[in-house]
């Protein structure tokens, strides 16, 4: 049997308990936490049956809190948050995708679609609408000259102190500048804190640099 994917679910109970009723013949999700606000999720993450692999996340819930800080409160527990909106929200669709939500799902969708959702999510990739830009464009951070050049460097495999001879500068100094990529990544929404991360995040921004890039 497939490994079953822990979830849980932020929203009016209506939401939750229609999604509680059709996820009971679903062999691989499993509900494991429901609440309605995000404080009262982070609060009782768990329940009595796991901590969630996916989090769904209503986009605009009844304490009227902002989505985007929403998406960013939880991600900073769990990585793998799925938002649930209107279809046509297209700002909010981009503010939750930057703020690190990993999939957007429409309500005009059904619960096989959520579903196929939460086990792209769960498998490390990405749920996003078909005509959303962050599917073919991701949103690329501002990097000065030097923070560019410490970051090529590290990402293709050399250490930091090797990195920071190759740009020139002290190795305190390339820390500095690495910080402050991973800084920026985080802020667009697309964290990345290892070596493999930053790299793969170079090969999403610079197809053309993909050659001796850490694997």
Same mark, same amino acid.
């Given at each position: 049997?497939?490994?079953?994917?822990?979830?849980?679910?932020?929203? &009016?109970?209506?939401?939750? &308990?229609?999604? =509680? #009723?059709?996820?009971?013949?679903? =062999?691989?999700?499993?509900?494991?936490?429901? *609440? =309605?606000?995000? @404080?009262?999720?982070?609060?009782?993450?768990?329940?009595?049956?796991?901590?969630?692999?996916?989090?769904? %996340?209503? %986009?605009?819930?009844? @304490?009227?809190?902002?989505?985007?800080k929403?998406?960013r409160?939880?991600?900073?527990?769990?990585d793998?948050?799925?938002?649930?909106?209107?279809?046509? &929200?297209? &700002?909010?669709?981009? $503010?939750?995708?930057? *703020?690190?939500?990993?999939? /957007?799902?429409g309500?005009?969708? @059904?619960?096989?679609? %959520?579903?196929?959702?939460?086990?792209?999510?769960?498998?490390?990739?990405?749920? /996003?609408?078909?005509? !959303?830009?962050?599917?073919? *464009?991701?949103?690329?951070?501002?990097? !000065?000259? =030097?923070?560019? #050049?410490?970051l090529?460097? /590290?990402?293709s495999?050399?250490?930091?102190e090797a990195?920071? $001879?190759?740009?020139?500068?002290?190795?305190?100094?390339?820390?500095? /500048?690495?910080?402050?990529v991973? !800084?920026k990544?985080?802020?667009?929404?697309?964290? #990345?804190?290892?070596? %493999?991360?930053?790299?793969? $995040?170079?090969?999403?921004?610079?197809p053309?640099?993909?050659?001796?890039? #850490?694997?």
């Amino acid at each position: 049997m497939a490994d079953v994917i822990p979830v849980a679910m932020i929203g &009016e109970c209506m939401l939750v &308990e229609g999604f =509680r #009723a059709w996820v009971g013949g679903v =062999r691989d999700v499993d509900l494991v936490a429901a *609440a =309605r606000t995000v @404080d009262e999720l982070l609060t009782d993450p768990a329940g009595s049956d796991g901590e969630p692999g996916v989090v769904l %996340l209503d %986009l605009f819930l009844r @304490d009227r809190s902002d989505p985007a800080k929403n998406v960013r409160r939880l991600t900073e527990r769990w990585d793998r948050v799925v938002v649930m909106g209107p279809a046509n &929200e297209r &700002e909010w669709t981009a $503010r939750t995708i930057q *703020a690190g939500a990993r999939g /957007y799902v429409g309500k005009d969708q @059904d619960l096989v679609t %959520l579903a196929a959702a939460i086990r792209q999510v769960a498998g490390g990739d990405v749920a /996003y609408p078909v005509e !959303s830009p962050h599917r073919t *464009a991701p949103v690329r951070p501002s990097l !000065s000259a =030097r923070e560019e #050049a410490v970051l090529h460097a /590290y990402a293709s495999g050399l250490t930091l102190e090797a990195a920071a $001879r190759l740009v020139g500068v002290r190795a305190p100094t390339a820390k500095t /500048y690495l910080q402050r990529v991973k !800084s920026k990544y985080a802020e667009v929404g697309r964290p #990345a804190q290892t070596k %493999l991360e930053l790299a793969e $995040r170079l090969r999403q921004d610079c197809p053309a640099c993909h050659h001796g890039l #850490a694997h």
